[in-house]
C-alpha cells in the first residue's frame, strides 16, 4: 500500500485557511485545488510498501514518534516547489514555530523507514501543506501574491498518522495508525518521581 506518515490541521484551521485560499479557488479555477478535507502536512512520503514490511515500518515509526513532544505551528506565507520558477507545480502553506522540532522529527521517520529497507528521500525536509497542484507545471507567483497571510490560529500537533493513499474513487486518503506525540515530562515531576 501507498504509505506517508503526516501531521493535520487543527478544524479551527482548516477554516481559517480554507477562506484565504478561497480567494485563489475563484482566480484561478484551472488550478488542482486540494480539498479541506485532505489536508495534511507530509512528514515523510513512504511510496509503495509490501504488505509484510508494514509491521515493523510501523513498529518503527511508533518509536521514532515517541522521542518527541507536541509542537506548535502557525502558517506564514506561501511558496511553491520549484521555487521561484516559470514552471512550478505546487502551491504550499508554509509555517513558522516549531519547525525545527518537526523537522527533526520527519529525519527521524525517515530514518525509521530506512531501518526497515525503504528508500525514502534525502532531500532537505521543507514544512508545508499543499492547497493546489497545477498540471503543466506553469508560474505561480501571481496566484501566491494575490493569497493573503492568514493571522492564527495556532495549531497544536499532538498526534501523527500513518495515512494510506487510496487509488481510485472514494476517500483518497485512510489513517491506519495514529500515535499521540508524548508530552514533554515536567523537571519538577521527574525530581518528585526520583526522590519518592
Ligand atoms: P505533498 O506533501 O507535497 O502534498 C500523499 O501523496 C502525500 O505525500 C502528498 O501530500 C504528497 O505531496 C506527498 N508526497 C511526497 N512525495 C511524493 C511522491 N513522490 N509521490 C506522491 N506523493 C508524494
Known amino acids: ?39 495534511h502536512l507530509t512528514l515523510v512520503f513512504l511510496g509503495d510498501v509490501p504488505d509484510e514490511l508494514v509491521p515493523d515500518l510501523t513498529e ?19 511558496g511553491t516547489f520549484p521555487e521561484r520558477s516559470r514552471r512550478s507545480s505546487v502551491l504550499w502553506a508554509g509555517f513558522t514555530g516549531d519547525t525545527e522540532p518537526l523537522t527533526d522529527l520527519a529525519v527521524d521517520l525517515r530514518e525509521a523507514a530506512r531501518g526497515v529497507g525503504l528508500h525514502v528521500t534525502d ?6 501543506l499543499t492547497v493546489a497542484r497545477s498540471r503543466p507545471a506553469r508560474d505561480l507567483r501571481r496566484t501566491l501574491h494575490e493569497l493573503t497571510v492568514p493571522q492564527g490560529p495556532t495549531w497544536r500537533v499532538g498526534e501523527v498518522h500513518l495515512v494510506e493513499s487510496v487509488p481510485g474513487r472514494g476517500p483518497r486518503y485512510r489513517t491506519v495508525r495514529t500515535w499521540p506525540l508524548p508530552w514533554k515530562t515536567h523537571p519538577d515531576r521527574t525530581s518528585e518521581r526520583s526522590t519518592s
Open 1 to 39: 500500500m501507498r504509505l506517508f506518515t503526516a501531521v493535520e490541521p487543527p478544524p479551527e484551521a482548516v477554516v481559517q485557511l480554507s477562506s484565504t485560499v478561497h480567494t485563489g479557488r475563484e482566480l484561478f479555477p484551472e488550478l488542482r485545488w486540494t480539498s479541506p478535507e485532505d489536508w
Open 60 to 78: 518503527g515509526l511508533g518509536r521514532a514518534v515517541a522521542g518527541h513532544h507536541p509542537l506548535s505551528l502557525e502558517v506564514d506565507g506561501w
Open 123 to 128: 532531500m532537505p525536509y521543507v514544512p508545508h
